[in-house]
T-cell receptor, first 113, second 115 residues
Framework: TQLLEQSPQFLSIQEGENLTVYCNSSSVFSSLQWYRQEPGEGPVLLVTVVTGGEVKKLKRLTFQFGDARKDSSLHITAAQPGDTGLYLCAGLYYGGSQGNLIFGKGTKLSVKP | EPEVTQTPSHQVTQMGQEVILRCVPISNHLYFYWYRQILGQKVEFLVSFYNNEISEKSEIFDDQFSVERPDGSNFTLKIRSTKLEDSAMYFC?????????????FGSGTRLTVV
């Protein structure tokens, strides 16, 4: 059974601080996707990382896929109150024919002004 | 930006009743999914659908659940006889292709409350 462990579960920081969220598994994934979810809404895709060691940047957000494609991290530089939300990592695996997502439990980020 | 539309946004039903949750995926997408999220828990895979048939289903997706694409646009999830533990947010998602580069587009969800 594929499992994704996310840490930390909760993070409360001041505006301007940096933070890193981790997503770890013992399983290899074809790709790793990061989503952001607002209360009462569906997850919204931020990025997909595919190649081991890949780094992608989205403004102040930096995503990295581990060399072995088992783990990933999200680093936010100079966090803003607008970054507040639930960040989910999800691994794509092809147990079936078309690929399905395994989600982590999420990291609830709160950025205080 | 194209979006996945789900209706209703909120449904309250009595235990034992049938419910149908509706989704309109993005028009050029070929792969469709249902996920659910029980309050405070992780998002869980229910079923995937391609070419008018189920591709894969999880252990959660038992005989009480069914999916259908009755016309070219709608994608529905039916729960035949709801149980209290079916209370959750149900998310429909679609993808253009099955390639690993492609992310999922999720709808805003239907909050199902079984009383």
């Amino acid at each position: 059974t594929q499992l994704l462990e996310q840490s930390p579960q909760f993070l409360s920081i001041q505006e301007g601080e940096n933070l890193t969220v981790y997503c770890n598994s013992s399983s290899v994934f074809s790709s790793l996707q990061w989503y952001r979810q607002e209360p009462g809404e569906g997850p919204v895709l931020l990025v997909t990382v595919v190649t081991g060691g890949e780094v992608k940047k989205l403004k102040r957000l930096t995503f990295q896929f581990g060399d072995a494609r088992k783990d990933s991290s999200l680093h936010i530089t100079a966090a803003q109150p607008g970054d507040t939300g639930l960040y989910l990592c999800a691994g794509l695996y092809y147990g079936g024919s078309q690929g399905n997502l395994i989600f982590g439990k999420g990291t609830k980020l709160s950025v205080k002004p | 930006e194209p979006e996945v539309t789900q209706t209703p946004s909120h449904q309250v039903t009595q235990m034992g009743q049938e419910v149908i949750l509706r989704c309109v995926p993005i028009s050029n997408h070929l792969y469709f999914y249902w996920y659910r999220q029980i309050l405070g828990q992780k998002v869980e895979f229910l079923v995937s659908f391609y070419n008018n048939e189920i591709s894969e289903k999880s252990e959660i997706f038992d005989d009480q659940f069914s999916v259908e694409r009755p016309d070219g646009s709608n994608f529905t999830l039916k729960i035949r006889s709801t149980k209290l533990e079916d209370s959750a947010m149900y998310f429909c998602a679609s993808r253009e292709t099955r390639g690993r580069n492609y992310g999922y587009t999720f709808g805003s969800g239907t909050r199902l409350t079984v009383v």
